[in-house]
């Protein structure tokens, strides 16, 4: 396990690191699934080529923060090379604390330096708030998904 970019360790002083997709399915069930008797987890897209996962893990190891990015083209007009955020997640024992900014954080560096120009995902419309501090804007209509009130939000990434 590699850990990336110090820049981007959260005021807890726990670095990000990159994980595998099987890591963040706990937090993924824990956190976005709970509302639901049985949930998948494991996302096709989290196996295709390019797709990553990174996360913070405390000093024990236990996950705290997870997010997975693939590349998907964006809903709407936007045709420019994209990546899908997905199973964003921090355990709400943590939530407050900077780990999903860290995670956001070294993600958007990462996908700069490989060219990417959008970062998109079908957000939470009570989480809208946190996306627009990480300079994600709404877009289109709200949307049920699995229950829960979503919108779609972009984040350009061309400087």
Same mark, same amino acid.
């Given at each position: *396990?590699?850990t990336?970019?110090?820049?981007?360790?959260?005021?807890?002083?726990? !670095?990000?690191v990159?994980?595998?997709? @099987?890591e963040? $399915?706990?937090?993924?069930?824990?956190?976005?699934?709970? $509302?639901?008797?049985?949930?998948?987890?494991?996302?096709?897209?989290?196996?295709?080529?390019?797709?990553?996962?990174?996360?913070?893990?405390?000093d %024990?190891g236990?996950?705290?923060?997870?997010?997975?990015?693939?590349?998907?083209?964006?809903? &709407?007009? $936007?045709?420019? #090379?994209?990546?899908?955020?997905? %199973? *964003? !997640?921090v355990?709400? @024992?943590?939530? &407050?604390? %900077?780990? %999903?900014? !860290?995670?956001?954080?070294?993600? *958007? !560096?990462?996908?700069?330096?490989?060219?990417?120009?959008?970062?998109? @995902?079908? @957000?939470r419309?009570?989480?809208?708030?946190?996306?627009?501090?990480?300079?994600?804007?709404p877009?289109?209509?709200?949307?049920?998904?699995?229950?829960?009130?979503?919108?779609?939000?972009?984040?350009? #990434?061309?400087?």
């Open positions: *396990m590699v990336r970019g110090t820049d981007h360790t959260p005021a807890s002083g726990h !670095a990000v990159e994980l595998t997709a @099987a963040t $399915h706990d937090l993924r069930r824990r956190v976005l699934r709970n $509302h639901l008797p049985t949930a998948e987890v494991d996302y096709p897209d989290d196996h295709r080529p390019g797709s990553f996962h990174l996360g913070v893990r405390d %024990g236990a996950v705290l923060a997870v997010a997975s990015f693939s590349r998907e083209a964006a809903p &709407g007009d $936007h045709e420019v #090379l994209s990546v899908r955020l997905r %199973g *964003m !997640a355990d709400p @024992a943590h939530q &407050g604390e %900077g780990l %999903g900014r !860290a995670v956001l954080d070294e993600a *958007m !560096a990462r996908l700069r330096a490989e060219g990417i120009e959008l970062c998109w @995902a079908n @957000a419309t009570r989480s809208l708030g946190f996306y627009r501090a990480q300079g994600f804007q877009e289109g209509d709200e949307f049920d998904s699995l229950g829960i009130p979503h919108r779609v939000v972009v984040r350009p #990434l061309r400087p």
